[in-house]
């Protein structure tokens, strides 16, 4: 089972609004990530949990709040966004222990539109 | 810093070979990765090179030589589905920080 899974699918929020994507994956892996990406880009590292300690923040802005609940599990918070703000979200997990294992495995993502 | 360049978009035709080159600078390389993305979809995992020389997967082989900071991604006998965005992405050391490349837009025509 290579699975990650995202809810929800498709989002619209206005800029007023507080809500979470989620990301499940049930692989066993300990690294699990947040990437964004705009139409025709490459996906860009947000934030990045090992063993549920958050390891990387790219400068994420603060309207943007992950958390690690367990091994299996990756929130990111949203509220305050910007119009600007409109992408997909990418989850991925990947195993930590060796580089030949880091390969990361990516949901399908979650289309967010800030109005 | 790092930069990592491949073509923006390329063609080609069914049942044809094409190859994607890839070029990265970057201090601290610990592999690289192609990825195979779909408009709209995740991008999906296709092969990845810590060591130089050929790595083979069916239709798919990858190619790395670290001193060259090169990489190219080869598909053989094409299909209509395999028109897509390939990422080439370099994975540094000293964490698990990966970076993508802007990606290369291949057609695949009848």
């Known amino acids: 089972d290579t699975e990650v899974t995202q809810t929800p699918k498709h989002l619209v929020m206005g800029m007023t609004n507080k809500k979470s994507l989620k990301c499940e994956q049930h692989?066993?892996?300990?690294?699990m990530y947040w990437y964004k990406q705009k139409a025709k880009k490459p996906p860009e590292l947000m934030f990045v949990?090992?063993?549920?300690?958050?390891?990387i923040n790219e400068s994420v802005p603060s309207r943007f709040s992950p958390e690690c609940p367990n091994s299996s599990l990756l929130n990111l918070h949203l509220h305050a966004l910007q119009p600007e703000d409109s992408a997909l979200y990418l989850c991925?997990?990947?195993?930590?222990?060796?580089?030949?294992?880091?390969?990361?495995?990516f949901g399908p993502g979650t289309r967010l539109t800030v109005l | 810093g790092q930069n990592i360049d491949q073509p923006t978009e390329m063609t080609a035709t069914e049942g044809a070979i094409v190859q994607i080159n890839c070029t990265y600078q970057?201090?601290?390389?610990?592999?690289l990765f192609w990825y195979q993305q779909h408009a709209g979809e995740a991008p999906t995992f296709l092969s990845y090179?810590?060591?130089?020389g050929l790595e083979e997967k069916g239709r798919f082989s990858s190619f790395l030589s670290r001193s060259k900071g090169y990489s190219y991604l080869l598909l053989k006998e094409l299909q209509m589905k395999d028109s897509a965005s390939y990422l080439c992405?370099?994975?540094?050391?000293?964490?698990?920080?990966?970076?993508f490349g802007a990606g290369t837009r291949l057609f695949v025509k009848a």
């Open positions: 090179n810590v060591l130089d």
């Open positions: 949990y090992s063993y549920e300690k958050l390891s």
């Open positions: 992405a370099v994975r540094r050391t000293g964490g698990f920080k990966t970076i």
């Open positions: 991925a997990s990947s195993q930590v222990i060796g580089p030949s294992t880091d390969t990361q495995y």
């Open positions: 970057t201090s601290g390389f610990n592999g």
């Open positions: 692989m066993g892996h300990r690294a």
